[in-house]
């Protein structure tokens, strides 16, 4: 079982940068996909981005493509979402996810088994 702890939310003024980490434990990192979600207040939860378990594949929403990106360190334990070009609509809690998967990519958020608490997201206009 895998425990998941997210870090590095914040006020951010629009277009401004923000990188997002989630530190995993407790199971065997490089077996997992590795996804990022995110939802914002009356709203339902909203894929943002994924990753495989070698990192070789990678999905991402069309709202954030060519703004956010998504990588992880398996030597580390850690995903990481690189936020660039940040809109006051990106304002939301962040939450980190996996799923044991080999060989594929998850984008949704019922095929994740574990989550962290979620990081908030603030961007000022």
């Known amino acids: 079982q895998v425990q998941l702890v997210e870090s590095g939310g914040g006020l951010v003024q629009a277009g401004g940068s923000l990188r997002l980490s989630c530190a995993a434990s407790?199971?065997?990192?490089?077996?997992?996909?590795m996804g990022w979600f995110r939802q914002a207040p009356g709203k339902e939860r909203e894929f943002v981005g994924a990753?495989?378990?070698?990192?070789?594949?990678?999905e991402i929403a069309d709202s954030v493509k060519g703004r956010f990106t998504i990588s992880r360190d398996n030597a580390k334990n850690t995903v990481y979402l690189q936020m660039n070009s940040l809109k006051p609509e990106d304002t939301a809690v962040y939450y980190c996810?996996?799923?044991?998967?080999?060989?594929?990519?998850?984008?949704?958020?019922?095929?994740?088994?574990?989550w962290g608490q979620g990081t908030q997201v603030t961007v000022a206009s």
């Open positions: 407790g199971g065997t990192f490089s077996r997992y996909c």
């Open positions: 996810a996996a799923v044991p998967l080999i060989g594929g990519i998850a984008t949704t958020p019922s095929s994740f088994g574990y």
């Open positions: 990753i495989n378990w070698s990192g070789g594949r990678t």
